[in-house]
């Protein structure tokens, strides 16, 4: 039985500061972070996020910037970690894989996984796509011979002499951890995709670069001239806080948040490693779409890289939350068109929510009346609202939330508080709306934290205090 849950989210590269396309994953994990400490308890649930700083990408944006890599990735870092910051992100710790005690754990782990005679030395020719950062066959290669990822660099072919891991060992373990959903992966079409990956078999995997080709990674403790291979440095990080923290064990439920691109990684590497090293495996890998903006793909040399900040400023953290939780990734890939998120601001939190909460709010400060704050109120998360949390669904249960605020606008119009002269009668309707407002704030907390706190603000004491709109409309 699980009574603890740790939650993850992939850590960035540092190559470039993260933009609005990676804010959706954090904030997903956010959201799902605060359901469960709302739900177990703050001390039940541990949630990280972080930097990926090792590898090729990083060095490279270094030299090119004139600096060392140190330097370079500490900028990029700490950059990230405002973005994340602007989005009212709660993790419990922002991870760096150049921490000292992921680097020595990192190590510890190459070297258990190596005793256990799963790591062996041999020498690879092939490819290398470095925007991947990950060795590539020909067959993944498109016609031109490139990274159908990343089709404007230049691959590069690789021949060194390299660790490997026995990745093949594990294609039994793999396919009967999947099938027998002790690993979970969603949605449904992710797991399908990835058994089929594993039936068309798995190779061995390289682990470490040797040192004159990349510099810029942690020293494999068989062998100073090699560093570890930046995915197996990177996957470990989870295990560098959890493992620490008491979240590594059969008391904790595991569940990791990453994009389609990294689920192979996270689905069929991660655990077969854990396994080489006998480590508890991850329970839930939920694997999301790519986020899009106005029908083209976020990127630089599209020129239309928007960060998150930028979007919090523009139209508010909460406005950008609301946004990406209803409509953006989930499952398949979705898009952000600026005219959508302007009528879904003036529909559905202008109107939907801003509105219903200023009217009971001045209808109750106007009736002069008391509103004790029942101690019976639910102050967790409703089963019934939160049912599709089951499956991460966080869109559906903000429709359900959303419902019940068009119930609340409802009893509003077909009671018109506004001309019932009877003070009873008065006191009995508007009790209900104000209960009614007081649930819906604490029911949108792991979605809206700041717009809850408002609404705690004007609602949390029997004299409702009516404030400004929470979203005033915008044209
Ligand atoms: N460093 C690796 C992850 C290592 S985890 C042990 C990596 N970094 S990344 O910066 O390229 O991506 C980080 C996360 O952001 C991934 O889950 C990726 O899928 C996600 N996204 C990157 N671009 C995205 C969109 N446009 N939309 C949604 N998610 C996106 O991969």
Known sequence: MNNKVFITTAIDYTNDVIHAGHAYEKILADSIARYYRALLGKDKVLFTTGTDEHGTTSEKAAKEKGVDPLTHVTNISQANKKEIDSLNISYDRFIRTTDKDHEKIAAEFFAASFANDDIYKAKYEGFYCEGCESHKTLSELNEAGQCPNHPTREIQKLDEDNFFFKWSKYEDFLKELITTNKLLILPEGKRSEMLAFLDSGLNDITVSRPKYKVSWGITTPNDPDQVIYVWFDALINYYTEGSQKGFWNDETRIIHFVGKDIARWHTLLWPAMLKSVGCKLPDVVYVHGFLNLEGQKISKSLGNVIRPSELVKEYGVDTTRYYLLKYGPMGEDADLYREHLKEVYNGELA??????????????????????????????PDPELFEPIKDFRVDLVLQNIWKKLAELDKHINDNEPWSITDKKKLEKVLSFEVSQVREVGRQIEPFLPETAEKIREQFEQPAVKAGEALFPRIK
Request: proline share 3%; aromatic share 4%.
């Open 351 to 380: 109107n939907g929510l801003g509105n219903s909460v200023s009217r009971v709010a001045k209808m109750a400060e106007r009736s002069g009346l008391e509103f004790p704050v029942a101690k019976s109120q639910k102050t967790k």
